[in-house]
């Protein structure tokens, strides 16, 4: 492409230079807004300074990179919830012997997990794991963090979708899936392997180290208190805490008896008691009033019926009430074993649930090694994974693993790469560089993944492969 005009590449040089410099250093002084605001910043100026017209603009962003892009991070934030990556934190401990075996571990999983699920994901996820490991086996994290670092980003250069640069040169270039995979796959390997050795050689020493002494009596007293605590819970305990709350069970029975229903029967010998003594003040009176005698007989008579009635009906509301409280334990019975029942329900939902997520998973990855447009392929696995979870998926889509921002930051990325392409800056450069970089020859090879090298360290890794 052939120079522009003097002032269009001026305007257009000094819009991606702001880029450039709130791309690399987000929080410079003078205008510390981000790398986000920064590409949409120099999107603006290269419309306003006339160097795109709006709607190159608009062509510039290219969609199946981001429909690409948005659908691995929502597969990625459904295998977080299935425990995917709860798995491989338990893959990297699983019968380890040693700071070195975990050392080499992490190389190889975060490789393979990178290429498979985006380095950006294992990177934020594997992290908690790694620090927790090497706190409990009482190792120094540092190691383990770099080893992490550096495989995680060896690992996602052998797929498309192993980080977003690879995503800018699949889709431009019109790479299949397939052919990237077998094309970067042996130079993956033998980067893992050279990257492990290299951290296995400069913290041989350190991951030598014995572990402390007391901090393995710490663990052994945390370990005898989990005995005690497991001890208070044994059958024996049990059966002894049974036959102590049948015994409060039954004082308690009778204290319902005594101060329940029984207290009417206190009042009732008050009123027996009066009764009895109107009798003997009627019959001292003797044949004084006969009248009188036999009207207190039939009042005795008469409150002496009520009574039994009256203890009758209490006797039998304590029968009920005792049995009620026989039924207790039936009740709590049942409503245990219900429990039990929609607890069993839960666990079998979840792992029905968890296993359509992985076989989702997998579908996709088998479209994209099929050749199928691999745009598409993300998007509809994610799809298909929010179908299936059948809720609202706005939780899902807020997550961290789900980066508006990135797909902004892509969006004024394009548009403001696009403006200084059409600037020629970018093709002189190139047609300087080519007569010494072409790939037939050890010496091109070299030069040009030198200059790759350095532009994607100065200028960032994105920005780099899209001007490529």
């Known amino acids: 492409m052939a120079m522009a005009g003097p002032v269009k590449v ?3 040089s000094v819009a991606f230079g702001i880029f450039w410099i709130l791309a690399v250093f987000p929080a410079v002084p003078f205008l510390p807004i981000g790398r986000t605001a920064g590409s949409l910043l120099g999107a603006m100026l290269m419309v ?3 160097v795109i017209s709006p709607d190159e603009a608009y062509d510039a962003i290219d969609l199946p990179i981001l429909g690409l892009l948005f659908g691995t991070m929502v597969v990625s ?7 995917m990556f709860k798995y491989l934190g338990k893959l990297l401990s699983w019968k380890s012997r040693g700071g070195k075996d975990l050392l080499f571990r992490i190389c190889l999983i975060s490789a393979i997990a990178s290429a498979l699920f985006t380095n950006d994901t294992c990177c934020v996820v594997l992290t908690e ?4 490991i090497a706190r409990q086996n009482n190792l120094p994290p540092q190691p383990f963090l770099l080893a992490l670092a550096s495989s995680s980003n060896i690992g996602s250069a052998a797929t498309p979708i192993g980080n977003p640069q690879n995503l800018v040169i699949a889709v431009q270039s019109g790479i299949s899936f397939e052919r990237f995979l077998w094309g970067i796959l042996p130079a993956m390997i ?6 492990a050795s290299i951290l296995l050689v400069y913290f041989w020493k350190l991951l030598s180290i014995e572990k402390d002494e007391e901090v393995v009596s710490t663990a052994g007293d945390v370990v005898a208190e989990d005995d005690v605590t497991l001890h208070r819970f044994s059958p024996a305990t049990m059966s002894h805490v049974t036959s102590v709350n049948s015994q409060e069970f039954g004082s308690a029975i009778d204290a319902v008896v005594l101060n329940g229903d029984f207290g009417r029967t206190d009042s009732q010998r008050s009123r027996t008691n009066s009764i009895d003594i109107d009798i003997q003040t009627a019959s001292s009176g003797g044949i004084e009033s006969m009248r009188a005698s036999n009207a207190s007989r039939e009042v005795a008579e008469g409150a002496a019926i009520s009574l039994r009635r009256d203890q009758a009906v209490s006797s039998r509301r304590i029968l009920r009430g005792t049995s009620n409280l026989r039924n207790i334990p039936r009740e709590n019975a049942s409503v245990q074993a219900s429990d039990e029942k929609e607890g069993s329900i839960e666990r ?17 990855l088998v479209a994209l090694l099929m050749g199928l447009n691999m745009s598409w392929s993300a998007i509809t696995a994610a799809l298909a994974l929010v179908v299936l979870d059948f809720k609202d998926a706005r939780p899902c889509l807020e997550k961290k693993q789900v ?3 990135l797909l902004i930051f892509f969006c004024g990325m394009f548009i403001t790469v696009d403006g200084f392409n059409k600037t020629g800056i970018p093709s002189a450069l190139w047609e300087l560089v080519e007569p010494h970089a072409r790939i037939d020859s050890a010496g091109g090879v070299a030069l040009l993944s030198l200059v ?5 360290n100065v200028a960032s890794n994105v920005p780099t492969g899209k001007s490529s």
């Open 10 to 12: 001026v305007l257009g």
């Open 48 to 50: 306003i300074f006339r």
């Open 77 to 83: 934030v459904f295998l977080e919830r299935a425990d």
């Open 129 to 132: 794991f790694i620090l927790k």
């Open 190 to 195: 033998v980067g893992i392997l050279v990257n």
């Open 348 to 364: 079998w939902k979840r792992l029905w649930w968890k296993t359509c997520v992985y076989l989702v998973t997998m579908g996709m």
């Open 403 to 405: 980066s508006y921002s």
């Open 452 to 456: 790759i090298l350095v532009l994607s």
